[in-house]
């Protein structure tokens, strides 16, 4: 069993909430706009330590996005595919959703659906199912500043064995309400 926190769309912007909401995760997925290293290098840094004192650290995985360039293209793929637990997951920035996906990954999609798509890039928050593929599609909104987005998200889930269950969408506050460091 493995507790997933998936964030998207950070576009620079770092929030101390990010490793708060994510602190009980296992693994976190970052759906792309990284736009700084620094922002998965942060996800990723060691964190306490175990029962046998080693330092805890988490799985991070990206795809990179429209606006990340650099090192985020050479450190990230555009797509991921990949095994969790016993759930085969779908990454791409720009995915699009259940009877609109993009036309760059919607052929992967139909072809050899995944059992969870996730996506980012329009700064919108949605959980959907695709009922005709048998797939959960997931797009957790925007949590960095930038952008037309009003409310900063994310959303944690747990998946165990073949099946995703706890959803939970996290608000982090107001795009608005924040001041850029």
């Known amino acids: 069993m493995k507790r997933i926190g998936i964030i998207s769309d950070t576009h620079s912007w770092w929030d101390d909430k990010y490793l708060q909401y994510f602190e009980e995760c ?9 736009c700084d290293m620094s922002i998965t290098d942060r996800l990723a840094a060691p964190f306490g330590t175990d029962s046998e004192g080693n330092p805890k650290i988490r799985t991070v995985r990206a795809v990179c996005g429209n606006c990340d360039g650099g090192m985020l293209r050479l450190a990230f793929p555009e797509v991921l595919r990949w095994k969790c637990e016993g759930v085969d997951v779908l990454m791409k920035h720009i995915g699009g959703y259940p009877g609109k996906y993009d036309r760059s990954i919607a052929q992967q999609i139909y072809s050899n659906p995944p059992q969870l798509f996730i996506s980012g890039h329009s700064h919108i928050l949605k959980v959907m199912p695709d009922k005709a593929l048998g797939l959960l ?45």
């Open 26 to 34: 296992d693994e976190i997925w970052h759906a792309g706009d990284i």
């Open 137 to 181: 599609h997931i797009n957790p909104g925007a949590a960095g500043i930038q952008g037309w987005h009003v409310e900063r998200t994310l959303v944690r889930l747990t998946i165990d064995g073949d099946r995703m269950k706890d959803l939970d969408v996290v608000t982090l506050g107001d795009r608005g309400s924040e001041q850029m460091l």
